[in-house]
Each structure stands twice: as structure tokens, then as C-alpha cells.
């Protein structure tokens, strides 16, 4: 499909979409396009920039924003154990002394992980959702 911007000879400018560049032009000649606001139907192809895609993400540079986040999660898998769903009964376990400390990362609820604030253990949100870890 092609999308033209078009004109009538009255000043209004609005879109078509044909099939291609002859398909337009065989209907216009048969006096099926016209334009939307008049109903005028001598309408004319008026000028319009290509449409040329955006560069990939990939392609481009990350904002200083983008690359610190991505510092903060490369960190963060690099030096600490994933538990996923287990990470509110690991973290207050640790808290109690009834498992070795260390570093964890994982996923809870609002509600749950507020408790645990409430509660003094340690915890903190991550600015990203973990990377699930699949067996």
C-alpha cells in the first residue's frame, strides 16, 4: 500500500491509500477520489517527504540514563544470587539469621515488600523487572 498526501483544487490537503501509483491514478481518472472536506474530485498528488524508518534501538546510542541502568543491572546479576518469587521469605530469612547472608535479587508485591520495610529488613526496589532465569 502507498500513502499520498493529496490535494484539492479548493486548498485541502488530507491522505489517500492505494494500492500503488496506478491504482491511484486509474481512480482518480475514474472520478472516485475526492476530497473529504469539499467533495471536490480534482485532486492532485501534493508533496510529501518519504517515509524512511527510524534507526534500530540497537543502532543507536544509549542516553547517559540508558547506560547507567544498564551498569546498574549488569552489576547487580554479576553479584547477586536471582531467587524470583522466593525473594520475600530469602530476605527476611537472612534478617533472622535463619539463612547465610547475602547479596539477592528477585520479585514481590508492594504490599509484601513494604512489610519487610516495616519489619527493618533491608531491602530496596530495582528500576528494572529482573531478567526471569529459566532452568
Not at 491522505?15 to 476530497?35: L, Q
Not at 498528488?45 to 534500530?56: C, D, G, I, Q, Y
Not at 531491602?123 to 532465569?133: C, E, G, H, S, W
Amino acid at each position: 500500500m502507498i500513502r499520498y498526501a493529496l490535494r484539492c483544487d479548493q486548498g485541502h490537503d488530507f491522505d489517500g491509500w492505494f494500492r500503488s501509483s496506478e491504482a491511484f491514478e486509474t481512480t482518480r481518472a475514474a472520478g472516485h477520489v475526492s476530497c473529504m472536506h469539499c467533495g471536490s474530485a480534482k485532486v492532485e498528488k501534493s508533496l510529501m517527504a518519504p517515509a524512511v524508518p527510524a534507526a534500530k534501538k540497537e543502532d543507536t546510542a544509549m542516553t547517559p540514563a540508558e547506560a547507567a541502568l544498564h551498569a546498574l543491572r549488569q552489576q547487580v546479576e554479576a553479584n547477586s544470587d536471582y531467587v524470583g518469587l522466593k525473594f520475600v521469605d530469602e530476605a527476611r530469612a537472612m534478617h533472622e539469621g535463619r539463612s547465610p547472608a547475602r547479596a539477592i535479587h528477585g520479585e514481590a508485591k508492594i504490599e509484601e515488600a513494604r512489610k519487610l520495610i516495616e519489619e527493618g529488613v533491608p531491602v530496596a526496589p530495582l528500576p528494572f523487572i529482573p531478567r526471569q532465569k529459566t532452568n
